[in-house]
């Protein structure tokens, strides 16, 4: 079968491998669809551990084409969403139900061999099951969104809430859908490029914001502002400096900041201890997916959640490495590879 195969720092390509069998106690899935996501390129340019040569793609479904001898509750021919981080469920995080802190964590596409390929082989502890006639491109948000639900979960919106959401990348979309589903009723998304803010308004932003032509602190929370005072909850999305700093402002006295972005490691960012004691802000971090992949796959089963106007292009395997090993294009949201 052909995969695209990370074989070191700055080296992927695409690959004829022996088509994997599934374990007893696992899938074999025929790709659908698998999403590139910033980390793939984080782990081509050697900015996020792993161990090459291993075929990348961590956001991805399709169809069952096998099953192990030790496998219930799936069947050929089903269509599943596959969660790529696999806990050890031995280790005291695992024992205490922060599966996403496991100190043996390995994920598909990162740590062994994902999606970025015809097929992948996929334990059946990390299956989900998706409806027969979901769109085939729709299985591979649900990481993503798994993701952005935890920071929902730890955010804990009340209806009526205030959020802002920085970085109007995907993780920043698919929260202000959530946003919206939890019942906030002011959703103000602050992203540099224009196609961006009209999607999000598109998709339940009430307010949109463009950082480089205004201070968004005054926009936001100044006295004559969208919400003078600031927002309830923050959601850094952009895994920048400038966002990171501007979160912990842009929330109100009492306010959380929930970091979902992505700082690259070592990377220092300014806040004043004193405004974090006196207005009490609650600056959480939220990483991986733990038990929300599930929701995720019912979700976007449902249909709650806008996904294709999310898609800016669908690529084959052929074109794959190409579009992992160059920056995303200007405008685009997410990239999902099918292969043919
Ligand atoms: P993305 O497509 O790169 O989106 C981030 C966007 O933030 C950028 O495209 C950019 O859009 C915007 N941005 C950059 N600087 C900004 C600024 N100064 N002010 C406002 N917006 C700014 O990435 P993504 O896939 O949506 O992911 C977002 C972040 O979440 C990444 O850091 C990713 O690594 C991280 N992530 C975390 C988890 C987790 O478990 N916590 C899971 C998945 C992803 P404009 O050009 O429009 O400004
Ligand atoms: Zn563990």
Do not use: W
Request: glycine share 12%.
């Amino acid at each position: 079968m052909r995969a695209v195969r990370l074989e070191g720092v700055g080296s992927i390509a695409l690959r004829e491998v022996g088509k994997p069998s599934a374990g007893p106690d696992d899938l074999l899935v025929r790709i659908e669809a698998c999403g590139v996501c910033g980390t793939d390129r984080h782990l081509f340019h050697g900015e996020f551990p792993c161990t090459p040569p291993v075929t990348l793609g961590h956001e991805f479904s399709g169809i069952v084409e096998a099953i192990g001898t030790a496998v219930s509750g799936f069947s050929v021919g089903d269509r599943v969403t596959g969660d790529p981080n696999i806990a050890c469920g031995r280790c005291p995080h695992c024992h205490a139900g922060r599966i996403n802190l496991c100190y043996n964590l390995i994920a598909i596409g990162i740590r062994r061999d994902g999606g970025f390929a015809e097929y992948v082989v996929l334990p059946q502890k990390q299956a989900f099951l998706l409806p027969k006639d979901l769109k085939p491109t729709h299985g591979a948000f649900c990481e993503p969104l798994g993701c952005c639900l935890h920071g929902m979960d730890l955010a804990r919106i009340k209806p009526g809430s205030s959020v802002a959401v920085l970085g109007g990348g995907v993780i920043g979309l698919l929260t202000v859908q959530l946003a919206r589903l939890a019942g906030a009723t002011t959703i103000i998304l602050s992203t540099r490029q224009a196609s961006r803010r009209a999607l999000a308004e598109e998709l339940g932003a009430t307010a949109t914001v463009d950082p480089s032509a205004c201070d968004i602190i005054d926009t936001v929370g100044g006295p004559s502002g969208l919400l003078p005072g600031g927002v309830d909850v923050v959601f850094e999305c952009a895994g920048v400096r400038e966002t990171v700093e501007q979160s912990m402002r842009l929330a109100k006295a009492g306010g959380t900041v929930v970091i979902v972005g992505v700082m690259p490691q070592g990377m220092k960012a300014e806040f004043e201890p004193f405004d974090l004691l006196f207005r009490e802000l609650k600056v959480l971090g939220s990483f991986l997916n733990p038990f929300t992949h599930r929701r995720a796959a019912d979700l976007i089963a449902s249909g709650a959640i806008e996904i294709d106007k999310l898609i800016s292009r669908q690529v084959t395997l052929e074109e794959a490495a190409a579009v992992i090993a160059n920056p995303p294009a200007p405008g685009e949201v997410k990239v999902l590879v099918v292969p043919r």
